[in-house]
């Protein structure tokens, strides 16, 4: 059984291998540019014909041949290219360990780099079985010098940078022998993930993974026990240049870019500097340029100083797809492909989270109106002794839930979400987009988190995609940036919206109506353009007493009575596109004055105001689940209204037999208008159904 057994799996492994590509060494030294193209098909990047400088055999110096192998591959110089006690080893520790450790030998990471897809789904028992063979046919032809040589040129190391020679170069001005153990090292554990282990972007991250190369250095003996403490007590920037200007202008196209090497990644294991990939991004690059100049000039927006950062995303309502982003605004000239702040979830969206986490979820869980009345006074956050305070540090009374949205009032916010309870409102956001690992009473009006994993939590990306869902009835789409790869061999993949029911569309039209009064007469009037239908919310954040403390600025601003914020943003759609906008500082405790607050929705008026012309301007159309009474909107057949009786069982409401009603619109509106076709009752305000919890 076991001679069956061996004559059986040699057999599967040559059949497999019979296809296997034909081994040109060549093709182990070239790599090939991808293009980004936009939504119209114009080219905007070509990514991967940055000038590098090859390692010569031999050249590799033996701090850095010591920090490769005992990272990559401790066996390198005793195996043939294929290793079954490695195999054995990575097998059984995956066995014993949470964590995963992978058996290809530095010889196969080779080949699978110049011949293969590094995607897992294509990590087969076929693809293993041509990937070992391939590498025991290049131990028989290449020395082991010849094989480091080729990796340590191969691999992609972090802002644009390919081969280790030039990463030297580049982050320490140094040629390869001059380095030092601590450089050596961080360059070695640089290529498993180089945007996650680059010091300039992640410099905690880069350190981890520097000091796991010194130890492993240090168990394979390859450094002393005092060198190693040397080198791990090094700080991470110690050498490290300043990055020059790249050849290219990645500017306008840095932070949309910035994404869409990372989501090619993931959707298909590629890398866009050597794989010659051809990709169709969903960028609209006009209305990217423009958004670019509204942040980076004085054209549009007064801006109060050259230092206040901006985030934007701009979001097709109906597809997902994301149409123009910014994650910086003056983003110095020595950063190309650097962080992208749009995606980032360390600064607070502020009372923008009220439709998403409180009366969002009460309309579709406990099926409110929005004349559900709230009593706005002196409260408390459930189970504690904080007192609740709004920036007027005043109380209003008794208020409709459209009053207590428009007006942006914080003590019905966490009155609604007690309501609703805090699992559903963590239910109803994961449906949009938004997930966290727990929800407190706090963000009902802040959308702060106990973590920092950038899965979780809102960004400028997630708002934008959640708000959405608001302005396309109900239904959420999975933001993306490509619509389309096109593989070096020909081979086409499409990309198409994932998309789910997030709501209710009553759920959805009724957030949208209180929304629309946000730009009217509420907070958010400075974002209002004349007769466009739209919708939106403003967000401030606040300064606690710790932070006072921290700052004299802070303090002296805070005993003269002035209005201020760590982080201001407005949230705006119409039934067509989704924008965000954020505003602070880089330094958290800089704020933005009340003078300022105008930025935000400046940015997005004057962004809507460039890119809607281009639609017909439509209104939402009311859905029959919804019944227009005075200025409320309530769900038919929604019991505990009056009496316990529906609203229409109540009023004897005929649906079908209601007159319409048509908006007025301002005589100097740019804006074409279609009218909702759906019938609506008006009556006064006074005479809607109203209930107090």
Request: charged content about 25%.
């Amino acid at each position: 059984m076991g001679i069956a057994g061996i004559v059986f799996g040699a057999g599967v492994f040559f059949y497999y291998i019979k296809d296997a590509p034909k081994l040109v060494p060549e093709k182990l030294e070239a790599t090939a540019s991808s293009k980004f193209f936009d939504k119209d098909g114009n080219l905007i990047a070509d990514l991967g014909k940055e000038h590098r400088e090859l390692l010569e055999i031999g050249e590799i110096s033996e701090l850095l041949t010591d920090g490769i192998t005992s990272i990559e591959d401790q066996r390198f110089y005793k195996h043939h290219g294929f290793d079954l006690i490695r195999i054995f080893g990575s097998a059984f520790h995956n066995l014993t360990h949470s964590s995963t450790q992978g058996g290809s030998t530095l010889t196969q990471q080779l080949v699978k780099l110049s011949y293969f897809s590094t995607k897992a789904s294509d990590q087969t028992l076929k693809r293993k079985a041509q990937e070992a063979w391939l590498a025991i046919q290049l131990e028989r032809y290449s020395s082991k010098s010849e094989i480091l040589t080729y990796y340590a040129n191969k691999v992609y190391m972090g802002n644009g940078i390919y081969g280790m020679k030039t990463a030297a170069k580049t982050y320490y001005k140094k040629e390869i022998k001059d380095l030092t153990l601590a450089q050596a090292a961080l360059l070695a554990g640089i290529p498993q993930a180089p945007s996650e282990y680059s010091s300039y972007n992640n410099p905690e991250a880069a350190k981890r993974r520097r000091d796991l190369v010194l130890y492993t250095m240090l168990e394979e003996k390859k450094i002393t026990q005092d060198e190693y403490k040397e080198a791990k007590n090094t700080n991470i920037n110690d050498g490290l240049q300043a990055l020059k200007e790249d050849n290219q202008d990645f500017k306008q196209y840095d932070p949309y870019l910035v994404e869409v090497i990372k989501e090619v990644k993931e959707k298909t294991g590629k890398n866009v500097w050597t794989d010659g990939l051809t990709v169709y991004t969903n960028i609209d690059s006009k209305a990217q340029e423009r958004l670019y100049n509204i942040i980076n000039t004085d054209t549009y927006v007064n801006f109060p100083d050259e230092e206040m950062q901006i985030a934007a995303t701009l979001i097709e309502v109906q597809t997902g797809k994301v149409r123009a982003q910014i994650g910086g605004r003056n983003i110095p000239e020595n950063i190309s492909l650097g962080s992208n702040r749009a995606t980032q979830n360390d600064r607070d969206w502020g009372s923008t989270m009220k439709p998403m986490v409180d009366y969002g979820p009460a309309i579709e869980y406990l099926h409110y109106s929005t004349a559900q009345i709230f009593n706005d006074r002196k409260y408390y956050y459930p189970g504690t002794q904080e007192q609740i305070y709004d920036w007027d540090l005043k109380y209003l009374g008794s208020m409709t839930m459209r009053r207590a949205l428009v007006e942006s009032r914080n003590v019905p916010a966490v009155k609604a979400l007690e309501a609703v309870g805090l699992d559903k409102a963590k239910e109803f956001l994961s449906k949009i987009g938004i997930n966290y690992p727990e929800l407190f009473y706090a963000n009902a009006i802040s959308s702060s988190m106990h973590t920092k994993n950038e899965k979780q939590g809102v960004s400028s990306l997630r708002i934008a995609a959640a708000y959405a869902a608001f302005a396309n009835n109900g239904v959420f789409n999975q933001p993306y940036y490509i619509e389309k790869i096109i593989y070096n061999d020909g081979v086409e993949e499409m990309y198409k919206p994932k998309t789910t029911r997030a709501m209710e569309a009553a759920t959805a039209y009724m957030i949208t109506d209180m929304l629309k009064g946000v730009l009217t007469t509420g907070t958010g009037q400075e974002a209002k353009s004349p007769g466009l239908f739209e919708a939106g919310k403003t967000g401030t954040s606040n300064y606690s007493d710790e932070d006072l403390k921290k700052s004299a600025d802070l303090t002296s601003y805070s005993n003269q009575n002035l209005l201020m914020a760590p982080d201001e943003s407005f949230v705006g759609y119409t039934p067509y596109y989704s924008l965000s906008v954020w505003s602070g500082y880089n330094n958290r405790l800089t704020p933005v004055m009340q003078k300022d607050f105008h930025v935000v929705t400046d940015v997005y008026r004057q962004s809507m105001n460039y890119v809607m012309p281009q639609v017909k301007n439509k209104d939402w159309e009311k859905p029959d689940e919804v019944i227009k009474y005075g200025s409320e909107l309530y769900l038919k057949n929604s019991p505990g209204y009056v009496g316990g009786k529906s609203i229409s069982k109540y009023y004897g409401y005929s649906y079908n037999s209601a007159p319409s009603s048509s908006s007025a619109r301002s005589s100097t509106s740019p804006y074409s208008t279609e009218e909702s076709s759906t019938a609506e009752r008006t009556t006064p305000l006074n005479e809607a159904p109203v209930v107090t919890p």
